[in-house]
């Protein structure tokens, strides 16, 4: 587990939709709010510069952060971030308090590696598809992995990586997989044909005969009317 990322935050006293608004829009600060570990929850602000420059880290979205609030410091989670639909800035997040002693639920990212030497690429000239791109894990704050390697070295045309063959750390289990069921086992990465070349030709092909057979159908039911239209002239 890396170093935890540092933030600042301020108890913030002014709550609802206009306050929020004019926090954001002339105070350059965003609100938040942190709960969990059996304590109250507190509204905070942050500051939006700071906060920005802490979330050009990809460990901001999956492993423990240090807030200062009040000079007093917390380990926490990101739990949500609110983004406005419109702009994709932030608009408000959710922090969740770890302790040592309890498991959180974390989603953790997938690093997909040996991509280029995988056999159904390399080899077969396949296609690789990310079907997840993220996990989500339970352990102690402790064991909280940065992210979880897929090694896709082996893997060849029509074969896949499901949640049950990823190499996780000791201690660190797969929630989805927690419950035993066999139908939440989803596939992480599938290397698939690539459609095109020999594959498109064969389809030309098979168009090509299913019009000639249909030209020739046309054919025969023309042929027949003419026959019947004589029969009824005679």
Same mark, same amino acid.
């Given at each position: 587990?890396?170093?935890?990322?540092?933030? &600042?935050?301020? *108890?913030?006293?002014?709550?609802?939709?206009?306050?929020?608004?004019?926090?954001?829009?002339?105070?350059? $600060? *965003?609100?938040?709010?942190?709960?969990?570990?059996?304590?109250?929850?507190?509204?905070?602000?942050?500051?939006?510069?700071?906060?920005? $420059?802490?979330?050009?880290?990809?460990?901001?979205?999956?492993?423990?952060? &240090? *807030? !200062?609030?009040?000079?007093?410091?917390?380990?926490?989670?990101?739990?949500?971030?609110?983004? +406005?639909?419109?702009?994709? $800035?932030?608009?408000?997040?959710?922090?969740?308090?770890?302790?040592?002693?309890?498991?959180?639920?974390? &989603? @953790?990212?997938? /690093?997909?590696?040996?991509?280029?030497?995988?056999?159904?690429?390399?080899?077969?000239?396949?296609?690789?598809?990310?079907?997840? @791109?993220?996990?989500?894990? +339970?352990?102690?704050?402790? =064991?909280?992995?940065?992210?979880?390697?897929? =090694?896709?070295?082996?893997?060849? @045309?029509?074969?896949? *990586?499901?949640?049950?063959?990823?190499?996780?750390?000791? &201690?660190?289990? @797969?929630?989805?997989?927690?419950?035993?069921?066999?139908?939440?086992?989803?596939?992480?990465?599938?290397?698939?044909?690539? /459609?095109?070349?020999?594959?498109? =030709?064969?389809?030309?092909?098979?168009?090509?005969?299913?019009?000639?057979?249909?030209?020739?159908?046309?054919?025969?039911? !023309?042929?027949?009317?003419?026959?019947?239209?004589?029969?009824?002239? +005679?």
């Amino acid at each position: 587990m890396s170093a935890a990322l540092e933030l &600042n935050a301020e *108890i913030r006293t002014a709550v609802g939709r206009s306050a929020s608004r004019r926090m954001r829009r002339v105070e350059g $600060k *965003i609100p938040a709010v942190v709960y969990g570990a059996a304590e109250e929850g507190q509204n905070l602000t942050l500051n939006l510069n700071e906060l920005s $420059k802490v979330m050009q880290s990809d460990a901001f979205y999956s492993q423990i952060l &240090n *807030i !200062s609030i009040a000079g007093k410091s917390q380990q926490v989670v990101v739990r949500d971030l609110h983004r +406005s639909p419109d702009s994709g $800035k932030v608009l408000h997040v959710d922090f969740l308090r770890v302790r040592a002693d309890q498991e959180i639920n974390v &989603n @953790i990212p997938l /690093r997909f590696v040996n991509e280029e030497s995988c056999v159904g690429v390399k080899v077969g000239g396949g296609l690789i598809t990310h079907n997840l @791109i993220e996990v989500e894990i +339970s352990c102690l704050p402790a =064991d909280l992995p940065e992210a979880i390697e897929v =090694d896709v070295a082996d893997l060849d @045309i029509g074969e896949s *990586i499901h949640l049950s063959g990823l190499n996780v750390p000791d &201690n660190v289990s @797969i929630v989805a997989l927690a419950s035993g069921d066999g139908d939440r086992d989803s596939s992480v990465v599938t290397v698939s044909a690539k /459609r095109g070349g020999a594959d498109l =030709d064969d389809e030309l092909e098979m168009a090509g005969e299913a019009e000639d057979q249909m030209a020739e159908s046309e054919g025969a039911e !023309s042929d027949a009317g003419g026959e019947e239209a004589e029969g009824s002239d +005679s």
